[in-house]
């Protein structure tokens, strides 16, 4: 294993290697800090437990809350790419664009996005709609923002560059203006897919009825901290890996930028 490898390693084995200790010496309370193998132990029952178990409500019922969470995230952060790369490199690049809607954004964007889950369940209801709407609505910001700033930012020697070389005007937004913007466009996407499944958590919270936020909330109500930490843990594993996933796609579509 490369010494890059292990050093990746280090800090998440120290910080179990406290946890453990902080959990054997009881410097806080059992009750509300579990131990590691308590926490591997309750999500175990909760991966593979019997999901027939009336009497266990978490039993088994993991993958469900995983795949409900899965699909809300990748549907509201799709839409909240797919319209903040458009408008972003629209409002980077023409003026006009910028005047009509920058302000607007600039407006809701301090606004948390908790402020609108009242209104996501009066208008949607408790259903999927009301989650997506919240995750595609928090994360468009950091990816319009983003993109309008690549848009921004594209070297006027690369404008002077493809004009001499007998690009059209109406090409450049195409040729060069977008394949400039990119490597903004992709730090956006790592911004917008963390926030996703951080707003999937605050949504299933309260306006659906399963989800790892829904299954977090009922296990505080619970006290049942184990399966909290599970929750948690696996909300960082699924984030992290979703970036990963973005972090390749970028490596491979600006390969001809440097640094990359």
């Known amino acids: 294993m490369?010494?890059?490898?292990?050093?990746?390693?280090?800090?998440?084995?120290?910080?179990?290697?406290?946890?453990?200790?902080?959990?054997?010496?009881e410097l806080i309370s059992p009750r509300y800090t579990p131990s590691p193998i308590q926490v591997v132990g309750g999500w175990w029952e909760w991966i593979f437990g019997s999901a027939t178990d009336s009497d266990v409500?978490?039993?088994?019922?993991?993958?469900?809350?995983?795949?409900?969470?899965l699909y809300r995230v990748?549907?509201?952060?799709?839409?909240?790419?797919?319209?903040?790369?458009?408008?972003?490199?629209?409002?980077?690049w023409f003026k006009l664009v910028s005047n009509l809607f920058d302000p607007f954004i600039q407006l809701l964007r301090p606004i948390p996005v908790t402020a609108w889950l009242p209104f996501s369940i009066v208008f949607f209801g408790i259903q999927d709609t009301s989650a997506i709407f919240l995750i595609a609505f928090g994360t468009f910001f950091p990816i319009v923002v983003?993109?309008?700033a690549g848009a921004q930012h594209v070297p006027k020697v690369l404008i002077r560059?493809?004009?001499?070389?007998?690009?059209?005007?109406?090409?450049?937004?195409?040729?060069?203006?977008?394949?400039?913007?990119?490597?903004?466009?992709?730090?956006?996407?790592?911004?917008?897919?963390?926030?996703?499944?951080?707003?999937?958590i605050v949504a299933e919270m309260l306006a659906v009825d399963a989800g790892l936020g829904r299954a977090l909330w009922t296990a505080y109500e619970f006290i049942r901290m184990d399966l909290i930490v599970?929750?948690?843990?696996?909300?960082?594993?699924?984030?992290?890996?979703?970036?990963?996933?973005?972090?390749?796609?970028?490596?491979?579509?600006?390969?001809?930028?440097?640094?990359i």
């Open 2 to 25: 490369k010494r890059e490898t292990l050093q990746k390693f280090i800090i998440p084995v120290l910080f179990i290697f406290l946890w453990s200790m902080i959990s054997w010496l």
């Open 57 to 69: 409500w978490y039993s088994g019922t993991w993958l469900l809350h995983l795949l409900d969470s």
């Open 74 to 92: 990748l549907i509201g952060f799709i839409i909240a790419a797919v319209v903040g790369v458009v408008l972003g490199v629209l409002i980077g």
């Open 146 to 148: 983003n993109s309008t």
């Open 161 to 200: 560059a493809a004009l001499m070389l007998g690009t059209k005007q109406s090409q450049l937004l195409r040729r060069v203006v977008f394949p400039s913007a990119l490597p903004s466009i992709f730090t956006g996407l790592r911004l917008g897919i963390g926030l996703a499944w951080v707003l999937v």
């Open 230 to 259: 599970a929750a948690m843990v696996s909300i960082g594993i699924m984030g992290f890996l979703s970036d990963r996933i973005i972090v390749f796609i970028r490596d491979r579509a600006l390969r001809w930028a440097e640094g």
